[in-house]
Nanobody, 119 residues
């Protein structure tokens, strides 16, 4: 069974940096677009960032542009989200997701990792 496992979440202070990781169990995922989403209590799920299969193309949500960086290492079956200048409003559960080639939606999701930013 395909798995996406997030790690690296935690409690940090405003202005700090944090890197979360997503390990995928199937090397086929190295050909998929990978994305990060987040959901805060009482809010809808929000797109954070995405990266193409070879890392050549990235995309970011407006609220994180210039602060977050998505990257991937297909040799390690891992996707990363480097988060800098964190704000309390970045507090959420962060989810990793994978989108198959030519799919118009994300097909696989991880269980999420909590990121809490204190003021």
């Amino acid at each position: 069974q395909v798995q996406l496992v997030e790690s690296g979440g935690g409690l940090v202070q405003a202005g700090d940096s944090l890197r979360v990781s997503c390990a995928y169990s199937d090397r086929t995922f190295s050909t998929y677009t990978m994305g990060w989403f987040r959901q805060a209590p009482g809010k809808e799920r929000e797109f954070v960032a995405a990266i193409s299969w070879n890392g050549g193309t990235t995309d970011y949500g407006d609220s994180v542009k210039g602060r977050f960086t998505i990257s991937r290492d297909n040799a390690k079956n891992t996707v990363y989200l480097q988060m800098n200048s964190l704000k309390p409003e970045d507090t959420a559960v962060y989810y990793c997701a994978a989108r198959r080639y030519r799919s118009d939606q994300y097909n696989y999701w991880g269980q999420g990792t909590q990121v809490t930013v204190s003021s």
